[in-house]
């Protein structure tokens, strides 16, 4: 399905586990969704340079190094991306709770069997990228010299 105006919704997907990507990206595609796709801190921020910021992010927690909690942080903590809103998947329930705190817009507990939670990602999908309504795509802010 296409956004209300007739265009796809870009979408970051930040995930270090490839087989959950491709579950994810799967799902989102049949949305019309544009994916990008990274697998760590270093990836997400780069991609989160890029000309055009995406329209939601989905970021799993469990990046390489614990990083996930620093780039949520980061993501909410600049002012040019802190509208973005971003899905974050976490298993720890202290990790949930300092999701919640760094600014989360939805906070999507990881169940100990990879069926149950891979059974959400299509009424996911169909939520967030049918239902709500989405910031309007936008250009990233040049950097300051």
Known sequence: MLGKRGTSTD??????????????????????????????HEEALESLRAPRYPQLIILDLDLPADRGLDLLRAIKGSTDRRHIPTIVFAA???????????????????HDHPEEFHALFPRLSRFWLAAATLPRKLQARAAPN
């Not at 720890?92 to 990881?110: F, L, Q, S, T």
Request: aromatic letters at 2%.
């Open 11 to 40: 979408v970051l997907l930040i995930e270090p586990d490839s087989e959950l990507a491709s579950l994810l990206v799967a799902s989102l595609d049949s949305h019309d969704a544009v994916v990008r796709t990274a697998t760590n």
């Open 92 to 110: 720890d329930p202290a990790a949930i709770e300092h999701a919640w705190d760094a600014g989360a817009n939805c906070v999507i507990r990881k």
